[in-house]
């Protein structure tokens, strides 16, 4: 089993930043990749960005640029700085983590954490 748990969400104005963390532990030798996801009320759950066991990152096309997802392996803990925030930013975050090598489907998740960008 693996356990994750997030921290640094809030509230800030637009422009601002934020730092979200996520402290890994349990079984961690199977898991393949990490990952944050968000998701806001009347739209679909989706994958903001990941980090691979070697190294390989992912973002998707609204963040690319402003987040970046980075990993201390010593602290067995995964970040995203999340900068230039904007309104449509606002949702909820979650952290997970897949086993799976061909795509990001989380098997394990975090408990989530709220962001909230005001204009």
């Known amino acids: 089993q693996v356990q994750l748990v997030e921290s640094g969400g809030g509230s800030v104005q637009a422009g601002g930043s934020l730092r979200l963390s996520c402290v890994v532990s349990?079984?961690?030798?199977?898991?393949?990749?990490m990952g944050w996801l968000r998701h806001a009320p009347g739209k679909e759950r989706e994958l903001v960005a990941a980090?691979?066991?070697?190294?390989?990152?992912y973002y998707v096309d609204s963040v690319k640029g402003r987040f970046t997802i980075s990993r201390d392996n010593a602290k067995n803990t995964v970040y995203l700085q999340m900068n230039s925030l904007k309104p449509e930013d606002t949702a909820m975050y979650y952290c997970?983590?897949?086993?799976?090598?061909?795509?990001?489907?989380?098997?394990?998740w975090g408990q989530g954490t709220q962001v909230t960008v005001s204009s």
């Open positions: 997970a983590a897949t086993e799976n090598e061909a795509t990001f489907e989380p098997d394990y």
């Open positions: 349990g079984s961690i030798f199977s898991i393949h990749a």
């Open positions: 980090i691979s066991s070697g190294g390989s990152t």
